[in-house]
């Protein structure tokens, strides 16, 4: 997923971290449960991935297995699968792994099961192309099974909309904003008649805009590009600023939610999983939303993959479980549960995807919506040094959003960051 559920200040990847998930469980790994031909397996991730009910329904089906969830914070639960790495111990038994750092795991393929000695190849010809290969080592080996893909759209609330005096059904909105700069000043119409910010984050506009560039910080020849696409999305984003209808929120923080419950802002960009975070963090605005088209159409933000580093005691039943939960009927029921898009095509033209409808979402198709990105996906390369790099930048983004940094100066700190993350 994407999952996405991102944004602090990071530390150096093998930095020591004294970090608990949100779970309010320790990021230490291991299974401690002695009883007799028990087994507990560990699984860190970050955000909403659809796991509470799969777990009860596991757990029933095998009475001798213990599924404990770990999920933390997105950048923090890589950095401390980094530090495991490195360390040799305290792993998870399962480890989710994002788009934006499967380079850098992938790297170190033999800190990893090679899930293909698991009879993992069977499954090769479901996933989408780009998909099973983005985690698969240059000697052949398969460190990761995808979960979903974070294909884009657009989310928006209909009732501050309409309080705005702009159109609120799903058609007419999409076509106020064809281009990035027709959002903006789509934005500045809402400020203007409402007193209040239009979207959430500049953060949350540079990331969907980078994604839709034909290259993103990295070539394949692992060199950093920031004249390119970065550069794109950065401009956008500090336009979005300086229009004055940012929040100016950091994404996936405390007051980032308190955003969605206080009306703060009118529209955020959506990959499919984000849905999952609206619904959880804002449950009484159910019927308030609905889904538009992404200015500039298309991209990708987000998307994991379960991956078993070796430390873990258990890895045997450790692939059964994720064996288990990449099948069409777990990876539906993540769908409709929290929103996150499978990665599998032939499950688009399922009708339990194809055909399904989110209440929440003012009933929007979102299964037409998603399928229908992710088929026409031409992803970036994302280098080695992907995930650290974005944050950094982000980073600089979150200076300029607290006052702390003027726009003017902000490209330049953003490329000294950025440099820095690519040596560190």
Request: net charge neutral.
């Amino acid at each position: 997923m994407g999952r996405s559920v991102r944004r602090v200040a990071a530390v150096g990847l093998v930095a020591a971290l004294a970090i608990s998930g949100c779970s309010g469980q320790s990021l230490e790994g291991g299974n401690d449960d002695a009883a007799a031909g028990q087994v507990s397996l560990k699984i860190n991730f970050w955000g909403d991935m659809g796991l509470d009910k799969l777990k009860a329904k596991y757990e029933a089906e095998h009475t001798n297995v213990k599924i404990v969830l770990n999920s933390g914070e997105y950048n923090a639960q890589h950095e401390d699968l980094q530090k495991k790495l490195v360390a040799g111990s305290g792993a998870p038994d399962i480890s989710a792994v994002d788009e934006g750092f499967i380079v850098q795991f992938r790297s170190q393929a033999d800190q990893f099961v090679n899930l293909i000695d698991k009879g993992a190849s069977s499954y090769e010809s479901k996933y989408l192309g780009w998909k099973w290969k983005a985690s698969q080592s240059a000697d052949g080996k398969q460190i990761g099974l995808g979960t979903d893909v974070g294909g884009l759209a657009m989310c928006y609330r209909t009732d501050l909309f309409k309080a705005a005096g702009l159109p609120t059904d799903r058609e007419s909105v999409s076509k106020l904003w064809p281009t990035w700069d027709e959002f903006i000043a789509t934005g500045q119409k809402y400020t203007k008649a409402t007193g209040k910010k239009f979207v959430d984050s500049g953060t949350n506009l540079f990331n969907p805009v980078l994604a839709q560039q034909p290259v993103g910080f990295y070539d394949e020849q692992e060199a950093l590009q920031m004249e390119g696409g970065p550069k794109v999305a950065f401009d956008t984003s500090m336009k979005a600023i300086e229009a004055g209808i940012s929040a100016n929120l950091a994404s996936f923080q405390p007051n980032w939610d308190q955003g969605f419950k206080k009306d703060q802002f009118a529209a955020l960009a959506c990959p499919a999983w984000m849905l999952g975070h609206i619904q959880d963090t804002a449950p009484d605005q159910k019927g308030k939303w609905d889904i538009a088209s992404i200015p500039g159409g298309g991209g990708n933000w987000g998307g994991s993959w379960w991956t078993i580093p070796k430390q873990g005691k258990n890895v045997d039943e450790a692939y059964k479980f994720v064996e288990w939960l990449i099948q069409p009927e777990q990876q539906i029921e993540v769908f409709k549960t929290v929103g996150n898009l499978p990665s599998q095509p032939a499950l688009y033209k399922d009708p339990a995807v194809l055909d399904y409808k989110k209440e929440f979402f003012t009933n929007a198709p979102t299964g037409q919506i998603f399928a229908a990105t992710a088929e026409n996906l031409q992803p970036q390369y994302l280098g080695k040094k992907n995930g650290p790099t974005r944050v950094a930048v982000e980073n600089v983004i979150t200076r300029v959003q607290q006052g702390g940094l003027k726009p003017d100066a902000a490209w330049a700190e953003a490329v000294k960051e950025a440099d820095k993350a690519s040596k560190a």
